[in-house]
């Protein structure tokens, strides 16, 4: 019999973690590296990268920084070719790279709707095509965590600034969760989504400033995310731990989204 601890222990894997300089990214990373995966950080900002690489070390976490506009056509087979040139192997990819832009409905701009479902969407299928290609198929087996939100589930109040491409863009990265699931399982290849409420970052700054008493009266727990509230569930869905679960969305979000 497996030891419970051992199905949770990540030592001698490689995660890619998109959006890994700061906020979701960088917690997850932590979680993950605490485990004893190394760790892979992608962004756009080498200095923040830098950083955060700095900040992991002096956890104990091994890590790397590769610099990358996912965004970008074109990018993502040259990413994955130096991040396995680094590290070696590739186990886990976590696509929680995002981007957000405010406007009413009737007056959203298109450059506004393709930043956004380029960013959340496109990349998203884009790295983790580029992924399963150069190792997960060929290794037989791979994890990928789809970082969503429960803006993809639901709409929200018209008081609030209009997101309707990144609420798209999330529910879209939900079904991909689950496409992706059902065609690459029988290759030993594990995707899963976690869906977050509010966490305070540089992405909802606005809103939680200007909503954030609302939107913790409209929670049952009270409260929003803090910096530990994801790293429990995106530990479970890259570790062995979570060896019978594909397809599914976690959501962590206080309970925002029942009531």
């Known amino acids: 019999m497996t030891l419970l601890k051992n199905l949770f222990d990540l030592s001698g894997r ?4 998109t959006g890994g300089s700061r906020g979701l990214g960088l917690q997850i990373a932590e979680a993950l590296g605490e485990y004893g995966a190394q760790i892979a950080l992608v962004a756009r900002k080498r200095s923040e990268l830098e950083e955060a690489v700095q900040n992991l070390a002096g956890q104990g976490i091994k890590a790397a920084a590769f610099d990358a506009d996912l965004s970008s056509a074109g990018v993502t087979t040259e990413l994955v070719e130096r991040i396995a040139a680094h590290f070696g192997r590739i186990d886990i990819l976590v696509n929680n790279a995002g981007a957000t832009w405010g406007a009413a409905a009737e007056e959203y701009p298109i450059e506004g709707w393709d930043k956004v479902i380029n960013v959340n969407l496109t ?35 018209h008081s609030r600034l209009g997101t309707v491409a990144y609420n798209a863009a999330k529910g879209g990265v939900i079904s991909l969760t689950r ?3 059902a065609e690459w399982g029988h290759r030993n290849i594990r995707i899963n989504a976690l869906a977050p409420g509010f966490f305070p970052s540089k992405m909802t700054a606005v809103t939680v400033r200007e909503h954030g008493d609302e939107m913790i ?4 727990l009270g409260k929003l995310g803090n910096e530990n509230d994801i790293k429990g569930a995106a530990l479970l ?14 959501i962590v979000d206080g309970g925002a989204s029942i009531i």
Do not use: C, K
């Open 179 to 181: 496409a992706l699931a």
């Open 14 to 17: 490689t995660a890619i973690v």
């Open 217 to 220: 009266r409209q929670t049952p």
């Open 237 to 250: 869905l890259a570790s062995d731990a979570s060896g019978h679960i594909t397809g599914q969305t976690i």
């Open 123 to 157: 990349a998203v299928f884009t790295l983790t095509q580029a992924v399963a290609r150069h190792s997960f198929l060929p290794n037989q087996g791979g994890v990928v965590i789809n970082v969503a939100s429960i803006e993809g589930l639901l709409g929200h109040h």
